[in-house]
């Protein structure tokens, strides 16, 4: 498939920059007045902290991490852009989903009056999602539509991850039981949602059987904490968010006709 190599070199070299350089700087300047925040207010995320414990001590790590290793894969799809390898723009796709994690490290400064400055690793990483899909590689415009809502089921199931560990760091809810139950298997149907965009985009032939999967394992893990907090707080739940992407997406894969459209992409 033509590609557009000397845009991908552009894309993938800005966003290795953004992705050490600037995620680097950026977890060295929030950091610190983070937790420093957290240790004079007692809280995280709303609710008291238990003996000192801080969601955002344990997971902004991770995800900085996360967003270090999409910089180096995106510095890796700038390599092979500029040998004009095949696997170039596949490595580019796997950065840029990595790097969209980036999503996170945002709410926990914003909630804090702390500068946001991972905006300007997630802003860039949004626009190079369809410079990619929409410029380098011309892709269909429905199957990005589609590789959009993933993209959106992948992150807001990492948050239910994140919000589920932050209840049972917390003891936000009483029944901690069904926090236990969906805090990892949400963050396993983010990293199924995240293979999904890159499995479709690349189109790979058990993209539907994993797409299908997601789906399913994001309703298990997400709706029955949707149904714990909105009964606790008797307002909609942000849990729920992820649950809906994932059933427009379930719909979307096996109804004929946009069934049709996947598959026919998936088949070239």
């Not at 805090?183 to 995240?194: E, P, T, V």
């Not at 394992?217 to 949707?226: D, H, K």
Request: charge should be positive; avoid cysteine; proline fraction near 3%.
């Amino acid at each position: 498939m033509e590609e557009r190599s000397k845009v991908g070199v552009a894309i993938s070299l800005i966003g290795a920059i953004l992705g050490i350089v600037l995620v680097y700087v950026s977890f060295l300047q929030v950091y610190g007045p983070i937790m420093a925040s957290e240790m004079a207010a007692g809280r995280a995320g709303g609710e008291i902290i238990m003996d000192g414990v801080s969601i955002s001590k344990y997971v902004m790590p991770i995800v900085n991490d996360i967003a270090l290793i999409g910089g180096v894969i995106w510095a890796v799809s700038a390599y092979g852009f500029i040998k004009k390898e095949t696997w170039a723009w596949s490595t580019a796709l796997i950065a840029n989903v990595l790097s969209l994690l980036s999503f996170f490290m945002l709410i926990p400064a914003l909630s804090r009056g702390i500068s946001p400055i991972y905006t300007l690793v997630f802003i860039p990483n949004i626009i190079a999602f369809f410079l990619l899909l929409a410029y380098v590689r011309q892709v269909d415009s429905k199957i990005i539509a589609i590789s959009m809502v993933a993209g959106m089921a992948y992150v807001m199931a990492f948050m239910n991850g994140v919000a589920a560990t932050d209840q049972l760091l917390s003891g936000g809810s009483a029944d901690n039981i069904f926090f236990v139950i969906g805090q990892r298997l949400n963050w396993i149907a983010s990293i199924a949602w995240g293979s999904f965009v890159v499995s479709l985009l690349t189109r790979k032939k058990w993209t539907f059987p994993l797409g299908l999967g997601a789906a399913l394992l994001t309703l298990v893990a997400g709706i029955p904490l949707g149904v714990l907090i909105s009964m606790e707080s008797a307002k909609f739940s942000m849990f729920f968010l992820a649950p809906v992407l994932a059933l427009i997406l379930k719909l979307t894969l096996i109804l004929p006709k946009s069934n049709k459209i996947v598959a026919q992409w998936i088949e070239g």
